[in-house]
């Protein structure tokens, strides 16, 4: 069935990720009743017809889908307007609400914020949910995760640029022994979420050199079978390459609709961070072949695009 011209692209506009609003107006509101009925019958990926009463009606999942596009710019917006520490603070109640299967994001927020950030969030949680980040995660949290988790939620880290040096190698040994002898379970030995909680990102740093050398290994590897323990290393260790494995994994056309959602995140929350925003940049660069300007181009439409180019802009 051929379409009226105005229609042609219109399907573009609403697929994918962000809503190509300018093409809606433009198309949407000049045409003609019989031009739209020609579309929705032509549109069978949008829209059933219902031979019985005559009409073309919706799919449930057309309607969820447009919801939710026209809602990413709305939450980007939302988001940033945040007082950072009440945004990283709603960022940790809803993972609480989903689940253990979204600790993840509270690693991200516990190991990638300055000290004075993490405290502030905590302050927030405050404010917003009477009771303490640490409580709320003790109480949810009941697997292996707990301590290491509660550990980085309270953390006040010194930021100086004072290292022990014999300490830090000899905590490389304590965690090569860990993950090397108690598997998943490294994760729960005190001693670790002692080191990962409490030490200084630059001690880390130089732990991260002397592990190495011990193992013959890159800590960053995936040294733990715990998930959750090689995630917090990186956050700690490297961010940047944290950050574009998360941003490339949202980026994805085939991407769920969760992991879409961590594009929106990441660009709010570090958009204001200039110099890490600038090695998330680079880091994509070098890892992916592209930078992450362009893919936004590739793949977000409309407002949405907009918004978040202007938020990438903002370290150039």
């Not at 919801?67 to 993972?95: G, I, Q, T």
């Not at 905590?122 to 009477?130: E, G, N, P, T, V």
């Not at 960053?220 to 998360?246: D, T």
Request: proline content about 2%; some cysteine; overall charge negative.
């Amino acid at each position: 069935m051929a379409l009226p011209l105005e229609f042609e692209g219109l399907t573009e506009a609403i697929s994918g990720m962000g809503v190509d609003e300018k093409a809606l107006i433009t198309k949407l509101g000049s045409s003609h009743k019989e031009h739209r009925k020609l579309f929705r019958k032509a549109s069978k990926s949008f829209f059933v017809e219902d031979e019985e009463r005559a009409f073309e009606k919706c799919h449930d999942h057309f309607v969820k889908h447009l919801k939710l596009e026209f809602s990413r710019f709305n939450n980007a917006v939302v988001m940033w307007a945040m007082h950072p520490w009440e945004r990283d603070a709603r960022l940790v109640k809803k993972a609480l609400k989903k689940g253990e299967e979204s600790c993840n994001l509270i690693v991200e927020v516990s190991c990638t914020r300055s000290a004075e950030d993490l405290l502030g969030a905590r302050k927030a949680y405050h404010s917003l949910f009477d009771q303490s980040m640490e409580e709320d995660i003790a109480s949810h949290v009941h697997g292996p995760h707990r301590n290491l988790l509660v550990g980085l939620v309270s953390a006040y880290r010194y930021e100086g640029n004072k290292v022990k040096e014999d300490s830090a190698k000899s905590e490389a040994k304590i965690l090569a022994e860990a993950v090397a002898s108690s598997g998943e379970e490294a994760v729960e030995k005190d001693e670790v979420v002692r080191i990962l909680s409490t030490r200084s990102k630059l001690h880390l740093q130089h732990l991260h050199k002397h592990f190495n050398e011990i193992k013959g290994s890159d800590l960053l590897g995936g040294v733990s079978e715990s998930p959750l323990l090689n995630e917090a290393l990186l956050c700690l260790l490297k961010p940047s390459l944290y950050f574009s494995k998360i941003l490339d994994a949202s980026l994805n056309k085939e991407a769920d609709k969760t992991t879409k959602k961590w594009l929106t995140r990441v660009l709010v929350t570090r958009a204001d961070h200039s110099d890490e925003m600038k090695e998330i940049k680079e880091e994509y660069h070098q890892l992916y072949g592209e930078t992450l300007a362009q893919r936004i181009e590739e793949n977000i439409k409309g407002n949405y695009k907009d918004f978040l180019i202007t938020l990438l802009s903002k370290s150039d």
